[in-house]
Every structure is written in C-alpha cells, then in structure tokens.
C-alpha cells in the first residue's frame, strides 16, 4: 500500500469501475483526457481484463487516509524497466469536495516515491493539453520540467490544440517525506 499524510493508493478492483465510468463520462473531466468517445460499463470491463494481463500498466484508486474513500484515480502507464522510463496518466479528482485539497499532488508524490526509489526509474513523463492550467500546474509543482510542446496534436472542440510534455529525471527528484 502507498500510504502519504492523507492520500493513499491502492490498485483498481473491478467494483471500482461503475465509478470511473461516472468520472470520466464528467464533462469537466473528460475534457482533460485525450479519450473521443464516452465510456461505458461493458468498455470499462474489457479495459479492466486487458489491464490485468498488462505488465506495463499499473492503475490506482487515489483514496483518502481518513475514511478510505476512493476520490481519483492515477496510472503507471508504458513501463519500460530496458529504458528505465515511465508515464504518469489518467490523474483526476472525482470527488468535488476533494479538489484543490492537495490529494492529487500527494498522489504524484506518492507515485514518484515509487518509481525512484522502489522502481530503480530514471525518467517519468506525461502528456497534457497545453491549455490544462490547472493540470500543468500540479505537475511543475511537484517538479516536473516542461520538455517539449506537441503542435496541434490534438484535435479538440472544432480546432487543434497543443499538447505538452512534461518529465522528471531521477537526479533532478527530491523525495518528500511520504511513505512509499
Ligand atoms: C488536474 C487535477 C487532478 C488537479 O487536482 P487538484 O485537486 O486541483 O490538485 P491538488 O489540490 O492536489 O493540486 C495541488 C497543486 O496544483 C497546482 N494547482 C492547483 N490548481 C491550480 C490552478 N488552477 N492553476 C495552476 N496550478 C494549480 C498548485 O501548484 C497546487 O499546489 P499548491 O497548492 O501546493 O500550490 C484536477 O483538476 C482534475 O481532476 N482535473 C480534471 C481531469 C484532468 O484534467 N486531469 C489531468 C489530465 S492530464
């Protein structure tokens, strides 16, 4: 278990996937996320039986220490021990009452603990809408570098938009006290 001051992660079950479907088909959320189509519980299911035959893949439930509820979700995504690298996506609050508390960023943090120090992980990266402000500025507070702009790489609400790229190397982390 990832356990932080009041965040902690623990592996998607399958019952949790009725709630990632409500998050992510939420307008506010799905617009962060790079995904065309609205998900359904049927999709959902199949993603969850090709998860667990991925060993690239590991997807979390972001929960509170407090009570355990599950707020948000993060994932370890193209894990690649040959190039010691790896990407950090589908971040999220789900829970309103849970945004802009500091969760998310604990997540990361708690992520990253695993990574350098538990992974033997030289680089995390993750992609972005360059215009998600509030994202890109979750992840350059917890330390992650601008590393490259992807023009028009996506095509959004009737015109392109720019993606970003971001990463942290291991000798630019500097681990926060959370346990990992
Ligand atoms: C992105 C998201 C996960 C952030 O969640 P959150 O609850 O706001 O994150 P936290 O409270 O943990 O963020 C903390 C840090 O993010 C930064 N941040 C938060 N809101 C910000 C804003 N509006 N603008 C810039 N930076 C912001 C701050 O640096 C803050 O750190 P600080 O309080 O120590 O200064 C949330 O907004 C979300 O679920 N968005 C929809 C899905 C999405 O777009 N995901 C990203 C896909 S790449």
Request: net charge negative; with cysteine; aromatic share 12%.
């Amino acid at each position: 278990m990832l356990i932080g001051e009041k965040t902690r992660l623990r592996l998607v079950e399958e019952e949790d996937l009725a709630q990632l479907v409500a998050w992510r088909n939420e307008p506010s959320i799905w617009a962060g996320f790079f995904n065309k189509f609205p998900l359904s519980l049927g999709g959902q299911k199949e993603w969850y039986a090709r998860l667990m035959q991925d060993p690239t893949r590991r997807f979390f439930m972001i929960c509170t220490v407090a009570t355990g509820e599950a707020i948000g979700t993060i994932a370890l995504e193209a894990l690649d021990f040959a190039n010691g690298s790896v990407e950090i996506g589908n971040v999220l609050i789900g829970q309103p009452a849970y945004l802009g508390a500091g969760y998310a960023k604990e997540a990361i943090e708690l992520l990253l603990a695993l990574c350098f120090l538990r992974l033997n992980l030289n680089r995390v990266y993750l992609h972005v809408y360059a215009d998600n402000a509030r994202a890109i500025g979750l992840y350059r507070a917890v330390g992650f570098r601008d590393e490259g702009l992807l023009r028009e790489a996506y095509y959004e609400g009737g015109g392109y938009k720019d993606g970003l790229v971001l990463s942290l190397l291991r000798r630019e982390y500097s681990p926060r006290e959370v346990a990992a």
